[in-house]
């Protein structure tokens, strides 16, 4: 009974560093906040949160390394923390891996759509998010260009090579036609289009919001047929009016249903596309 009785005592006492802590950090004083958490860590250092705040701070002043330190030991007491998911991809984007952050964020956006939050972290997670998908198709991209031309020059030599060989590589004395130049025309649209496939260009108009024109995160579609960004439809009818900004009908937030297919046709697009990432 004493022993219980000591227990909620030292929670008790975590619980009121901790909210000193919160106090500390919402005034900036993050050395302050470090120290609060730092004790409340001390007398529970089974709690979730208090390594989540602790890395909170240390994410305003940029200390990654004690980030990812922070996180990881989140995660290690709840693999279900956004935060710890979101701080470990933000300290590991920093050390310029993309494809270990990648996988850290949309953990974190799976985690909220699971539990069907509307959290407003949504919007950094996906700004991370796109940021890392960028980064890690840009590091890329040099190196699939150089391999697609050193892979264009090899068969082009092959087949000239092929032809030689076969006594086909010009018309015959007869003016016979070969294959040599059409299989060149080919091999060289191939390639081409495959280069193409990797070059940024503009994301298609089916795919990007009427408002913002940029591409749908989470694209809702109203009783008109439109469909609009979820969070940026949503501002409109909170601060404008409610009704649609397009046809002008009336319209309310019951009224939106999620339009699945043009999600899943930005996802393949974006799965495809990386570059699209950065018109966010």
């Not at 919402?26 to 004790?39: F, H, N, S």
């Not at 956006?109 to 998010?129: G, H, P």
């Not at 031309?149 to 086909?168: D, I, M, P, V």
């Not at 019951?254 to 999600?263: E, S, T």
Request: glycine fraction near 4%; charged fraction near 30%.
């Amino acid at each position: 009974m004493a022993a219980a009785a000591e227990d909620g005592g030292v929670a008790r006492q975590a619980e009121l560093r901790r909210a000193e802590g919160n106090a500390c950090f919402r005034k900036a004083r993050l050395g302050a906040a470090i120290d609060c958490y730092t004790e409340a860590i001390a007398l529970c250092p089974g709690v979730a949160v208090y390594w989540v705040n602790r890395g909170l701070c240390h994410f305003r002043r940029k200390d990654w390394a004690r980030v990812e330190e922070d996180s990881r030991m989140a995660l290690a007491l709840d693999d279900a923390s956004v935060k710890g998911h979101y701080l470990l991809g933000c300290a590991l984007l920093e050390k310029e891996d993309c494809a270990l952050p990648v996988k850290e964020f949309e953990k974190a956006l799976d985690l909220l759509k699971s539990s069907n939050s509307r959290d407003k972290m949504a919007e950094d997670i996906w700004q991370v998010l796109a940021k890392a998908k960028y980064q890690h198709w840009e590091k890329h991209s040099t190196q699939r260009v150089w391999k697609m031309q050193s892979l264009r020059e090899a068969c082009e030599n092959a087949l000239q090579e092929h032809h030689f060989l076969s006594g086909t590589l010009s018309e015959d004395s007869e003016g016979t036609t070969n294959e040599y130049p059409e299989q060149c025309k080919l091999l060289s649209e191939v390639f081409t289009n495959a280069i193409l496939a990797d070059t940024p260009g503009d994301v298609p108009d089916y795919l990007c919001c009427q408002i913002t024109f940029e591409i749908f995160r989470d694209p809702v579609i109203t009783p008109s047929g439109v469909t609009y960004e979820r969070a940026i439809l949503l501002e409109h009818l909170h601060k404008v009016g409610n009704f649609d900004p397009v046809t002008r009908e009336p319209l309310k937030e019951h009224q939106l249903v999620p339009n699945l297919a043009i999600k899943e046709a930005v996802q393949a697009y974006l799965k495809e596309h990386s570059w699209a990432y950065k018109s966010n």
